[in-house]
């Protein structure tokens, strides 16, 4: 009876039930430390609750982790070390990451584990397919919507674009990939995952000046990760092969 009255309160103050399962268990030497403890419970349930919530709403299509990634297959640039990506500093310097090598070999298990280091930071981040992102500028565009895409994305503080370039664009959907990489210039961090060399990134835009301001604006405050290892997959699947 009093666990309902004091779920019933919690409701109203807009406090979680966890502050009543917790209310039960909480030992203290008063009432004051009883209450602190309760509180500072309700806290950390709250800020777990909110960094699970931006986990989602990112839009992962897995979840990976640090644990069994291998930063010695990759040539970081001078200055950046894993601990450097990891702790999230170059979002809060506002720089781009640019994953570069050939597939399989680990950019989107990296470009995940970094974004979901930063929801975890208390950071929005969205993670797309860049062909998904331009099928839904296209489709917000038709549908005359596509100032809610775009707002959605100025709120983001890491933009993750996975898959640059595999999929070639005509000049409209281009000028809205466009759009969104002009509108993240030095206002958040972009992270790219792709295959793709410069010089080939003419035949996904087909228009040389606007390849040329994409990677201008991509390239300025960046850090260029090459990937040159074996495939994962390749080799996992060799693994299991001779086992």
Not at 10 to 36: H, I, M, P
Not at 115 to 128: P, Q, S, T
Not at 207 to 224: C, F, G, K, N, W
Request: glycine content about 6%; overall charge positive.
């Amino acid at each position: 009876m009093l666990n309902a009255e004091i779920a019933a309160c919690c409701k109203k103050l807009r406090l979680s039930r966890n502050l009543v399962d917790n209310s039960e268990t909480v030992e203290a030497a008063g009432f004051q430390e009883y209450l602190l403890e309760l509180l500072k419970l309700e806290i950390t349930h709250r800020e777990q609750s909110r960094k699970d919530r931006l986990i989602k709403s990112a839009n992962f299509y897995s979840l990976k982790s640090f644990g069994n990634f291998r930063f010695d297959e990759v040539k970081l640039p001078s200055g950046v070390t894993p601990e450097y990506l990891k702790q999230g500093t170059f979002i809060d310097e506002v720089k781009n990451l640019i994953l570069y090598g050939n597939v399989g070999t680990g950019k989107t298990h990296l470009a995940i584990a970094l974004g979901i280091e930063a929801c975890r930071r208390g950071l929005k981040v969205g993670f797309y397919r860049t062909a998904s992102l331009v099928n839904q500028l296209a489709d917000a565009r038709k549908a005359k919507n596509l100032s809610k895409i775009l707002a959605s994305i100025r709120k983001l503080d890491l933009l993750i674009c996975d898959e640059w370039g595999y999929v070639p664009l005509d000049r409209d959907t281009a000028q809205l990939l466009f759009q969104v990489v002009s509108e993240s210039y030095e206002k958040r961090s972009v992270i790219l995952t792709t295959n793709l060399e410069f010089s080939r990134w003419i035949g996904i835009f087909y228009d040389e000046q606007m390849t040329a301001a994409i990677i201008d604006r991509l390239v300025h405050h960046s850090y260029l990760l090459l990937f040159d290892g074996p495939s994962n997959r390749v080799r996992d699947s060799l693994m299991r092969i001779q086992a």
